[in-house]
C-alpha cells in the first residue's frame, strides 16, 4: 500500500528538505520505490537532486504545469525510483504563481489539485514523500489533503517549538474538513546541540508535550555541517556520511514508516 508522507512545518530552516532527502535515500535503500515531490518554489530539494530549476521551468517539466496547466505528473517524473534511487517531481520559483492562480480558477477544487494528481501515479511508489513550503498557504494545504501522514521537522528552539501549535491546529481543521485520514506520523527535532542546555531544555519540554498530546518524537537530529556539505555535493547525508551523529535518526523514521505499512 502506498504511503504519502507530507514533511510540513510553517517555520523555515528547520530541515524539511533535508529530511525529505535523507529519508528518501533511506527508504529507497532498503528497497522501497520512493517519490519525492518539491511543492516549494524555492526548489530547494530540486537543486539537492542535482537538477536546474529554470532549464526544466523552461522545459516546463515542474509542478506548477500539473497543477494549474493539467499535465500528466508522470510526463514530469525525473528517475524511476528504482535500485535505490528516489524519483523526483521537481519545482521551480514559476510554482510560486501557482497559488493565485489555484484560489481563483473556479473549475478546480484548489485544496485537492495535489491529491487528484497523485492518483496518476500512486500505484507506482510504495511512498511518495512531499517537501512543503514554509508556509501554511494553499500549496501545504494541497500537501496536507494529499497525505496520509505528516512528519513534522521542528528545530530545537523555542520559537520552533511554539509554531508546532498552529500547525496542529491547521491540521486538525484539515483533518475536519478535507482529510479525515491524516495521522501526524511523528515529530522530528532537528538542528540539536547534544551541549547546549537551552536544546536539551526545549527537547525535554517537546517530549513532555507531545506525550501528552500522544504524538511520537523521533530522535533528533543533531546539528552537523555533513549536511551542508552533503546539499553542496547533491548527496544525501545518509548516503555520504552514515557515522555521523544525527544521521541515523533518518534510519529510525524510515523504519518506523516500512513497520506502519
Given at each position: 500500500?502506498?504511503?504519502?508522507?507530507?514533511?510540513?512545518?510553517?517555520?523555515?530552516?528547520?530541515?524539511?528538505?533535508?529530511?525529505?532527502?535523507?529519508?528518501?535515500?533511506a527508504?529507497?535503500?532498503r528497497?522501497?520505490?520512493v517519490?519525492?515531490?518539491?511543492?516549494?518554489?524555492?526548489?530547494?530539494?530540486?537543486?539537492?537532486?542535482?537538477?536546474?530549476?529554470?532549464?526544466?521551468?523552461e522545459?516546463?517539466?515542474?509542478?506548477?504545469?500539473?497543477?494549474?496547466?493539467?499535465?500528466?505528473?508522470?510526463?514530469?517524473?525525473?528517475?524511476?525510483?528504482?535500485?535505490?534511487?528516489?524519483?523526483?517531481v521537481p519545482?521551480?520559483?514559476?510554482?510560486?504563481?501557482?497559488?493565485?492562480?489555484?484560489?481563483t480558477?473556479?473549475?478546480?477544487?484548489?485544496?485537492?489539485?495535489?491529491?487528484?494528481?497523485?492518483?496518476?501515479?500512486?500505484?507506482?511508489?510504495?511512498?511518495?514523500?512531499?517537501?512543503?513550503?514554509?508556509?501554511?498557504?494553499?500549496?501545504?494545504?494541497?500537501?496536507?489533503?494529499?497525505?496520509?501522514?505528516?512528519?513534522?521537522?521542528?528545530?530545537?528552539?523555542?520559537?520552533?517549538?511554539?509554531?508546532?501549535?498552529?500547525?496542529?491546529?491547521?491540521?486538525?481543521?484539515?483533518?475536519?474538513?478535507?482529510?479525515?485520514?491524516?495521522?501526524?506520523?511523528?515529530?522530528?527535532?532537528t538542528?540539536?546541540?547534544?551541549?547546549?542546555?537551552?536544546?536539551?531544555?526545549?527537547?525535554?519540554?517537546?517530549?513532555?508535550?507531545?506525550?501528552?498530546?500522544?504524538?511520537?518524537?523521533?530522535?533528533?537530529?543533531?546539528?552537523?555541517t555533513?549536511?551542508?556539505?552533503?546539499?553542496?555535493?547533491?548527496?544525501?547525508?545518509?548516503?555520504s556520511?552514515?557515522?555521523?551523529?544525527?544521521?541515523?535518526?533518518?534510519?529510525?523514521?524510515?523504519?518506523?514508516?516500512?513497520?506502519?505499512?
Amino acid at each position: 500500500m502506498t504511503r504519502v508522507v507530507a514533511i510540513a512545518n510553517q517555520k523555515g530552516g528547520v530541515g524539511k528538505t533535508t529530511s525529505t532527502v535523507n529519508l528518501a535515500h533511506a527508504l529507497a535503500s532498503r528497497g522501497a520505490r520512493v517519490l519525492a515531490v518539491d511543492a516549494d518554489p524555492q526548489a530547494s530539494l530540486t537543486l539537492y537532486f542535482d537538477h536546474d530549476p529554470d532549464a526544466l521551468e523552461e522545459e516546463e517539466r515542474t509542478l506548477y504545469f500539473a497543477l494549474v496547466d493539467d499535465r500528466p505528473l508522470k510526463s514530469l517524473i525525473l528517475g524511476d525510483g528504482r535500485n535505490g534511487a528516489p524519483a523526483l517531481v521537481p519545482s521551480s520559483i514559476h510554482l510560486a504563481n501557482a497559488e493565485p492562480e489555484l484560489i481563483t480558477n473556479v473549475l478546480l477544487n484548489a485544496a485537492s489539485v495535489l491529491k487528484d494528481k497523485l492518483r496518476e501515479v500512486r500505484g507506482d511508489y510504495d511512498f511518495i514523500l512531499i517537501d512543503c513550503p514554509p508556509t501554511l498557504g494553499i500549496l501545504t494545504v494541497n500537501a496536507l489533503t494529499a497525505a496520509d501522514l505528516v512528519l513534522v521537522p521542528v528545530e530545537t528552539n523555542k520559537l520552533s517549538t511554539k509554531g508546532l501549535e498552529l500547525l496542529f491546529r491547521t491540521i486538525d481543521k484539515l483533518q475536519a474538513k478535507l482529510n479525515p485520514d491524516l495521522v501526524v506520523f511523528g515529530v522530528l527535532p532537528t538542528k540539536y546541540h547534544p551541549r547546549y542546555s537551552h536544546d536539551n531544555e526545549i527537547l525535554a519540554r517537546l517530549r513532555a508535550g507531545l506525550a501528552a498530546q500522544r504524538v511520537r518524537m523521533f530522535s533528533p537530529v543533531h546539528s552537523s555541517t555533513v549536511f551542508d556539505k552533503a546539499s553542496s555535493e547533491a548527496r544525501p547525508a545518509i548516503a555520504s556520511a552514515p557515522g555521523t551523529p544525527g544521521v541515523q535518526s533518518y534510519n529510525e523514521v524510515a523504519e518506523a514508516l516500512l513497520a506502519d505499512g
